[in-house]
C-alpha cells in the first residue's frame, strides 16, 4: 500500500468505511486484528485523528477495492 496521502486524500470515519466497503463494523475490526482468523495484512490501517478517534485514508481503501476487483479478475 502506497502510505503518501495527496491533498486531495479524505478521512474516512468508520460510518464511511462501512459503506465504502460494504463490510460491518465489526469486519473491518476484525480483518485488521493480527490473532484473528479474518485477518487481512493488506487492509488499509486506520490512522489516529485523537485520542479515541480514527479514520483511514480514502485512497488506501480505494486501493484496497481495486485490489479485491483485480483479484476477481485473476481468478
Same mark, same amino acid.
Given at each position: 500500500m502506497?502510505?503518501?496521502?495527496?491533498?486531495?486524500?479524505m478521512v474516512?470515519? $468508520?460510518?464511511?468505511? @462501512?459503506q465504502?466497503? =460494504?463490510?460491518?463494523? !465489526?469486519?473491518i475490526?476484525?480483518?485488521l486484528k493480527?490473532s484473528?482468523?479474518h485477518?487481512?495484512p493488506?487492509?488499509?490501517k486506520? $490512522?489516529?485523528?485523537g @485520542?479515541a478517534s480514527? =479514520?483511514?485514508?480514502? !485512497?488506501?481503501?480505494?486501493?484496497?477495492?481495486?485490489?479485491?476487483?483485480q483479484?476477481?479478475?485473476?481468478?
Open positions: 502506497n502510505t503518501t496521502s495527496t491533498l486531495k486524500d474516512l470515519r $468508520i460510518k464511511e468505511l @462501512t465504502q466497503t =460494504g463490510l460491518a463494523r !465489526s469486519t475490526y476484525e480483518k493480527a484473528s482468523k485477518y487481512d493488506t487492509f488499509p486506520p $490512522i489516529r485523528l @485520542t480514527v =479514520g483511514w485514508l480514502s !485512497s488506501e481503501v480505494d486501493q484496497w477495492i481495486a485490489s479485491r476487483a483479484m476477481r479478475v485473476a481468478a
